[in-house]
């Protein structure tokens, strides 16, 4: 059975605060992304990434970073929490060529405080 | 950039057949995708689209006009299950990007 898992459920930090979101898929897919959910926004492109060590820029970029040192493994990485980034974050993987069709992950709900 | 326009809430009765609409302005179009998406429950994918015209998968059916930057996703034999919300979704560009609209919540009522 396919599985994109996330390494947190919840979670609640500190303003200020360096968060690590990880993601890991057992697929051997080449793309990965993360997306962040808010009512009424539906899902927002953070970063993606299309090989290991590659990332591209998504729509709303800016306070995140990314980090894939190996095929399986994509982390998102708030450098300086803020409460703006409240929010569902969703982790996803493709296979190459088939950038349509993501499997998603259960999601992590930041809180941050 | 990329944008979607979604209706943001469709209600249907069960058994009968509803239809959730998606304009959409990109350059470098691959193709439209669909997911559905329960509360709490992470988006699962259900169609895509590369080339104009419908496609079917059982009760879910998806269509695509290029020319027209037009699709939309079709439910039929409505059940109470499939009260969620979907999304359309465009991949375009070099690195096959998807950009999701902001969605349509169905209810299905009785």
Known sequence: DVKVTQSSRYLVKRTGEKVFLECVQ?????NMFWYRQDPGLGLRLIYFSYDVKMKEKGDIPEGYSVSREKKERFSLILESASTNQTSMYLCASSASGRGNEQFFGPGTRLTVL | GQSLEQP???TAVEGAIVQMNCTYQTS??????WYQQHDGGAPTFLSYNALDGLEETG?????LSRSDSY???LLQELQMKDSASYFCAVTSGGYQKVTFGTGTKLQVIP
């Open chain 2, 71 to 73: 699709g939309y996703l």
């Open chain 2, 28 to 33: 470098g179009f691959y193709g439209l995708s």
């Open chain 1, 26 to 30: 057992d697929m051997d897919h080449e």
């Open chain 2, 8 to 10: 943001s809430e469709v």
């Open chain 2, 59 to 63: 009760r879910f059916s998806s269509f």
